[in-house]
């Protein structure tokens, strides 16, 4: 029992060191080359919304969250982020738009010191294409994607989710325009009607920032396509 208890102790504390700060401060209060910038662009294709996040905080990735004031201000193509601050997050800035995919995602910041940043974070779309609507575990399913080849700083993420659970699958070379799924692979999938989904993302830092660094990242996910997987 107290073997146990020490271990739950542990692991709880290792949890909050991890965690990010919740908590907020205003921007002119701290040291402008310690604040960090974060960009997110996410897209749901099924639901047609794009959800574009820009987050500051002193000190790093897990650092205090800061209320832009004073003359800082952020916007996402040339648009003016809605501030947002909530018990689990802390603030943030966030515009959600219905539509299309909007691919090219200019993110600017203006400090307290009268600092500019310009950073660009990429949506790269990717729906899945799939010659069948019906395979047989003894054949190869060929899983290829619209838009731009796999390439550096991209991770691409196909799921088939069967009646039990989801398998993950992904390239493995820069270049890819396609997976090819073995049926050696295809076993473990339960036979019948699947799901099949990608998740194409992007993450990098930012070209522009304070010398505490930067990050940028993007979340294309996909429409889900049926196929019927027979033994």
């Known amino acids: 029992m ?9 692991s709880l504390s290792i949890l909050l060191f991890s965690c990010k700060s919740n908590e907020t401060a205003d921007s002119d209060k701290v040291v402008q080359g310690e604040i960090f910038q974060s960009y997110s662009v996410r897209y749901n294709a099924e639901k047609e919304t794009q959800t574009n996040t820009a987050n500051f905080r002193f000190g790093g990735t897990n650092g205090t969250t800061l ?9 996402w193509n040339n648009e003016k982020l809605k501030e947002v601050n909530t018990f689990f997050t802390g603030t943030y ?12 995602n200019v993110f600017e910041y203006v400090d307290n010191d009268k600092n500019k940043f310009k950073n660009i974070i990429p949506l790269v779309a990717a729906e899945p294409i799939i010659e069948k609507n019906k395979i ?4 190869n399913l060929v899983v290829s994607w619209t838009g731009v080849p796999y390439f550096n700083n991209d991770n691409i993420i196909i799921s088939i989710k ?3 659970k989801t398998h993950y699958f992904e390239p493995n070379l820069v270049g890819a325009s396609d997976v090819t799924i073995t049926p050696q692979e295809l076993m473990p999938i339960k036979a019948g009607s699947v799901n099949i989904q990608i998740k ?3 993450d990098n830092k930012l070209d522009q920032c304070s010398e505490i660094g930067g990050n940028g990242f ?3 996910l996909s429409r889900r396509v049926h196929l019927i997987v027979e033994e």
């Open 2 to 10: 107290r073997l146990f208890l020490f271990s739950a102790i542990a």
């Open 67 to 75: 209320r832009l004031v004073n003359g800082s201000n952020t916007t």
């Open 93 to 104: 800035y966030e515009v959600v738009k219905k539509g299309k995919p909007i691919s090219e």
């Open 136 to 139: 047989s575990k003894t054949e």
């Open 162 to 164: 069967d009646s039990v």
């Open 200 to 202: 194409r993302i992007y």
């Open 218 to 220: 993007s979340e294309y």
